[in-house]
């Protein structure tokens, strides 16, 4: 974590701005990865309000402050902070149904749940990705409370259903409307 302090401020002071935006987003990663979800939240926060212009840095931020909310429960800001990375990088749609398939389980729906793991995980098999390390814990956590909620079976017959269904429609299931609103 100091190493990556240290080389935003070099690459700032130096003028390498899309290195630092870079280094500041790799510094929120590793806060996702130690559980410090509040720093995660400040963090990001600060950095998108003061603007930062690189478009996918700006996105995976957005993504990085949805995660820690939705780890401390705020499932509200997590989901404006998720519909601005779907705004700026539609393709990553994955990452939100993760994260909102975790908010499902929680709140007692896993229908809907193993439905968005379910298309989350297919698109990463057809696309050959791989899950960042901060999004491991997170997704191994639903799928436990999957199985253990619904029997191994039945969660893998609705994530194959998922699998199955449009993008569109099973981001619907994470709030239930047009989720670029």
Known sequence: MQRLEDLERMARRSGLDAQAAVCRLNITDELLLQGRFEEVVERSTQ??????????????????????????????????SAQAMLRALPGYAHLVMDLFAAVAAQEGRPEDAALLAGRSARTKQERNLHQDASEVPLIAETLTRLEAELGESRAAELMQ?????????????????????
Not at 165 to 173: A, E
């Open 161 to 181: 259903q998922g699998g199955a269904m449009s993008t569109s429609d099973v981001l619907q299931l994470a709030w239930g409307a047009d989720p670029l609103r």
């Open 47 to 80: 950095m998108l309000a003061a603007g930062e212009p690189m478009l996918r840095v700006r996105a995976i931020m957005d993504y990085n402050r949805a995660h820690a909310l939705v780890r401390l429960g705020r499932v509200a800001d997590a989901k404006r």
